[in-house]
């Protein structure tokens, strides 16, 4: 990603896990050559200079929890320096694994401690939480939901709710569920909760954006910035 001028405040600044580093084509802070177009997929939205509608920055690390980012965030990952009109959060999902267990109970506290961690550094600035993205992990045609069994997507739904009531209690939160962008009918299955899937173009393993997956996505977010942003300008373009 071409560097920023240092005189230059960010219009969004993403957190988050593999997904948001995934927006750099990297894993882990090493090149992955399938999530190259990535890249050109974030510059072509979040970089001006590319003829992006806004100039943003993604800081994501795989694997990490929530406690994994509270640390981060507490050890000068938001330094004053960075300066940014909107913070956009997207977290948890790895809260789920399986060495970890947590119940959406823990999930949620996690999150919101992160949430609230980020409200007391940047006080002026709009925090935007990205509810869990779907996951399908293990099944092969993409099957979020089964009769008669609670799985790890009811879950991901119980942690959104719990999220989006969270923010509505506050003035500076924004919540955005970016569920029903990934997620399809399909018709052979039959119709309704039961026949919604992800689809392999969206998500190849079901967890993390294909490159299309992040277009629609980020077109959708450059939507709320609109909302958010109307009226302020960057400065320094």
């Not at 000068?76 to 790895?94: A, C, D, Q």
């Not at 029903?180 to 190849?204: H, N, S, T």
Request: with cysteine; proline share 3%; hydrophobic share 35%.
């Amino acid at each position: 990603m071409p560097k920023k001028s240092p005189f230059r405040e960010l219009d969004v600044v993403f957190f988050g896990d593999s997904i948001t580093e995934g927006w750099r084509g990297t894993s882990f802070g090493q090149a992955v050559k399938k999530k190259q177009e990535n890249t050109q997929v974030f510059e072509g939205l979040f970089d001006m200079d590319s003829g992006g509608d806004y100039d943003g920055l993604a800081l994501g690390i795989a694997g990490d929890k929530s406690p994994n980012l509270l640390w981060r965030l507490q050890h000068g990952e938001m330094p004053k320096s960075l300066k940014s009109k909107v913070f956009w959060l997207l977290i948890g999902t790895n809260d789920f694994l399986k060495e970890n267990n947590c119940s959406e109970e823990v999930v949620i506290m996690g999150i919101e401690r992160v949430i609230e961690e980020m409200m007391s550094l940047r006080p002026s600035s709009t925090i935007v939480v990205n509810g869990l993205l779907p996951r399908a992990t293990g099944r092969e045609n993409g099957e979020l939901y089964k009769k008669n069994e609670k799985n790890l997507m009811d879950a991901i739904d119980t942690v959104n709710r719990q999220l989006e009531e969270f923010c509505s209690s506050r003035d500076d939160l924004v919540y955005f569920d970016a569920t029903e962008l990934f997620v399809e009918e399909d018709l052979k299955i039959g119709k309704g909760r039961y026949a919604k899937v992800i689809p392999q173009e969206l998500m190849e393993d079901r967890l993390h954006p294909t490159a299309l997956g992040y277009k629609k996505w980020g077109q959708e977010i450059v939507k709320e910035l609109k909302k958010i942003l109307d009226g302020q300008l960057t400065i320094e373009r």
